[in-house]
T-cell receptor, first 117, second 111 residues
């Protein structure tokens, strides 16, 4: 079945540095991918919708300049957390669906645990 | 906006049946999902309801009442490995495949 691969699984970085997270659809082309953030014991909160070949659509309250999304190909979307601070420490997760597939064919990446020191 | 409410925590005994409820308020409803999530892992799909009624898949069943804005996930013959967080998520006509999640119900299965 379709699989979404997310890398890295975890990253520790110093405050002020930038971190890039990759989300790949392995055996299908994804024109749209979604990025979520999850704080401990909280649910997944949609951050943005990544659209291949165009600008991402951000949810209210999510800073576009801080969370840069690039969807340059049909199989790859990247989320860059710029100038990361401790409050950005969270579990980031992406999802994607093969166009035309059933609703249940909405797959999630394995997530990235970001810890900012 | 959307309000999706589900209990924070539940405890049940191995072999028993547990029902996890979810209520929602939304416009343009286009489907309700249930996912299972173990700590630090990706959610895994359990069920999808768009029409009223009960959907059964092995030990898991999900029910939807659109008029009441209500769904439940029923887990039968509980196993220890069912201890996890169960997420209720709603899709709307405008959101498409971008889901809005409830806060999740942490289920603990005890011997």
């Amino acid at each position: 079945g379709a699989v979404v691969s997310q890398h890295p699984s975890w990253v520790i970085c110093k405050s002020g540095t930038s971190v890039k997270i990759e989300c790949r659809s392995l055996d299908f082309q994804a024109t749209t991918m979604f990025w979520y953030r999850q704080f401990p014991k909280q649910s997944l909160m949609l951050m943005a919708t990544s659209n291949e070949g165009s600008k991402a659509t951000y949810e209210q309250g999510v800073e576009k300049d801080k969370f840069l999304i690039n969807h340059a190909s049909l199989t790859l979307s990247t989320l860059t957390v710029t100038s990361a601070h401790p409050e950005d420490s969270s579990f980031y997760i992406c999802s994607a669906r093969e166009p035309g597939a059933l609703y249940e064919k909405l797959f999630f990446g394995s997530g990235t645990q970001l810890s900012v020191l | 906006g959307q309000n999706i409410d589900q209990p924070t925590e539940m405890t049940a005994t191995e072999g028993a049946i547990v029902q996890i409820n979810c209520t929602y308020q939304t416009s343009g409803f286009n489907g309700l999902f249930w996912y299972q999530q173990h700590a630090g892992e990706a959610p895994t799909f359990l069920s999808y309801n768009v029409l009223d009624g009960l959907e059964e898949k092995g030990r898991f069943s999900s029910f939807l009442s659109r008029s009441k804005g209500y769904s439940y996930l029923l887990l039968k013959e509980l196993q220890m490995k069912d201890s996890a967080s169960y997420l209720c998520a709603v899709s709307t006509i405008n959101s498409g495949y971008a889901l809005n999640f409830g806060k999740g119900t942490s289920l603990l299965v005890t011997p």
